[in-house]
């Protein structure tokens, strides 16, 4: 009984774990400006990113290797984007239409 | 875009003259005129507006980045897409940046020019197709854009090298802090400026060809533009700091000829280096902007207009100027925008005393002051008023200026309403955009006499429009 216990409480708080690990957060291009400058993560977190604004914009992620880069495209007025954040590192996610639009991104 | 009129930028006491004698006919141009645009128009213009070519590189409006959503009056978005190399991009192929402007207008002064405005025009209330401008405008590589502007002058007859601006850029850190690196080969002290507070950039951004303007400017008010080539540095860090330094060489007579200066080559010559300078301080917040910044530039020249019987003149010119700009609504391109700048320009100009005595006893050394404020409203990105008063004073010789009095003194106002129906997000047609302005310029003095100042006074009706091929 207390091997089944032990395991059901290892279970669910792996469970937990899991769902923190995957936390997904909010980030708005309102203003021709990201609402945040800079986010901690960790591995597997997403962001989702929303236009606020009445024009198109873009998500570019560079990071966390010099060479690595995903391009998400283009975002139209109220559309919004995902990314999962899967390898630890430093990204910056920038706009590549407006370059006023850039974001600091670190993932442990 | 649209410099600061480059095509009637006045060259110190030359420049009157200059304009004067450069007023060629264009009423009898016009009809030729309207029939190159309508063949432009029949090309079939692709999403456009203040330089077409980058609205559709970055799937932009033209209120993203520019104030009443026409140029050349830059938002914030509008300063950082130049100062990052003009390769901000949506990512996709849209063809050669190639696109094409138009100016036309109607000039009516308070009292007709005796003799024609201009060679071919009549004393008073002329139209006239003042411009058709052609522009490669865009990213080249990853790192390197800019725009190439060549036109044709219909009051001048002239085709003419415009504003040139090619430069490269690269992004890194400096002190913890984010920099931007980048050169430039521009044509023109200002014309690679991101704010519209310098001279080449500045309010108003279009004016009569056709009416008097007074005959003193300072060096750095638009008198080398196009007339020069340089290369220049500069360095923004941390969003705050701006510093660049560019030479200058003077064109040569067969370069001037090459770019269209000439025969209407009345403005000051010098085939000399110049150096120049520019420090910028910049802070953005949301719905606020403002820069305060400084200008420098020193040049050997010998004044246009045989002013000076060609003797040179070294003439020193350093600047202040300042921008402010409230953006109600941050998130909407069109929401209400509120524009101030500011320019101050102090030149002094030393000749030899013996040169000086050449010159039937003018003074050796003269000074210029030139100020300028002005404030707009942007409505919706629609309709924009303007106000601005300007003011130049200098030293009085009636031995080296060419006015009445000797003195080189002027002041007075620019009122202006302009409407622009496109260029914003939505606007069925997004092929194409145009400008109609209404501006009123009063003079209070004139080339040194407060008496028939109002002479000068003229309305002048424009209508300029813009397309990407």
């Known amino acids: 009984m207390n091997i089944r216990l032990a395991a059901a409480v290892a279970f669910l708080t792996g469970i937990i774990v899991a769902a923190q690990a995957a936390a997904t957060m909010t980030v708005g291009q309102h203003g021709l400006v990201f609402t945040r400058s800079s986010a901690s993560l960790a591995k597997g977190d997403r962001i989702v990113f929303t236009n606020e604004d009445d024009v198109i914009h873009n998500i570019h992620i560079f990071g966390p290797g010099n060479d690595d880069s995903t391009d998400l495209g283009l975002q139209k007025p109220g559309a919004t984007l995902t990314y999962k954040f899967d390898k630890a590192g430093a990204y910056m996610v920038r706009c590549s239409i407006h370059p006023s639009v850039k974001m600091a991104v670190s993932v442990k | ?469």
């Open chain 2, 1 to 469: 875009m649209t410099p600061r009129d480059q095509t009637t930028a006045l060259t110190s006491v030359t420049a009157g003259a200059r304009a004067r004698c450069g007023r060629a006919a264009a009423v009898t141009f016009f009809g030729s005129g309207l029939s190159i645009l309508l063949l432009f128009a029949a090309l079939g213009p692709r999403p456009a507006l203040a330089v077409p070519a980058f609205a559709a590189q970055t799937s932009q409006p033209c209120a993203t980045c520019h104030i009443g959503a026409f140029g050349p009056h830059l938002t914030p978005q509008g300063r950082d897409f130049k100062l990052h190399g003009y390769v901000a991009s949506d990512g996709k192929e849209h063809g050669p940046p190639l696109a094409w402007t138009s100016l036309t207008s109607f000039t009516h002064t308070a009292v007709a020019q005796p003799g024609g405005a201009a060679p071919r025009f009549k004393p008073n209330d002329n139209v006239a197709l003042d411009q058709v401008a052609l522009y490669y405008a865009g990213r080249m590589t990853s790192d390197v854009g800019g725009f190439i502007e060549v036109k044709f002058d219909g009051v001048t007859h002239q085709f003419q090298a415009d504003n040139i601006d090619v430069r490269r850029v690269r992004e890194g850190q400096l002190f913890g802090q984010d920099v931007l690196w980048g050169m430039t080969v521009n044509n023109g002290p200002t014309v690679q400026d991101a704010w519209n507070s310098t001279p080449a950039w500045g309010f108003p951004f279009n004016r009569s060809a056709l009416a008097p303007t007074p005959m003193a400017a300072p060096l750095l008010d638009g008198a080398l533009n196009q007339r020069v080539v340089g290369v220049g540095a500069y360095m923004l860090w941390n969003d705050l700091l701006l510093l660049e330094a560019d030479v200058y060489k003077g064109l040569d007579s067969f370069a001037l000829r090459a770019v269209g200066q000439v025969p209407m080559d009345d403005g000051d010559r010098t085939t000399a280096f110049i150096p120049y300078a520019r420090l910028a301080l910049i802070r953005d917040w949301q719905n606020h902007h403002v820069e305060v910044g400084a200008l420098a530039l020193s040049a050997n020249v010998v004044p246009g207009g045989n002013q000076t019987l060609g003797l040179g003149v070294r003439k020193t010119d350093t600047a202040f100027d300042a921008t402010y700009q409230y953006i109600s609504d941050p998130a909407k391109v069109t929401s209400d925008r509120l524009s101030a700048h500011g320019t101050y320009i102090h030149e002094t100009a030393g000749m030899e005393g013996s040169q000086a005595q050449a010159l039937t006893g003018a003074l050796p050394d003269h000074s210029l002051d030139t100020m300028r404020v002005d404030i707009s409203y942007s409505f919706a990105a629609t309709v924009t008023p303007s106000v601005q008063y300007f003011r130049t004073t200098g030293t009085t010789d009636s031995n080296y200026w060419g006015t009445p009095n000797g003195s080189p003194n002027s002041d007075g106002m620019i009122f202006e309403v302009g409407y622009v129906p496109w260029g914003k997000p939505g606007s069925p047609f997004p092929n194409m955009n145009l400008r109609l302005a209404v501006q009123y310029v009063s003079y209070f003095s004139f080339d040194g006499s407060s008496a028939n100042a109002g002479s000068n006074n003229n309305f002048f009706f424009s209508l300029r429009t813009a397309a990407r091929f």
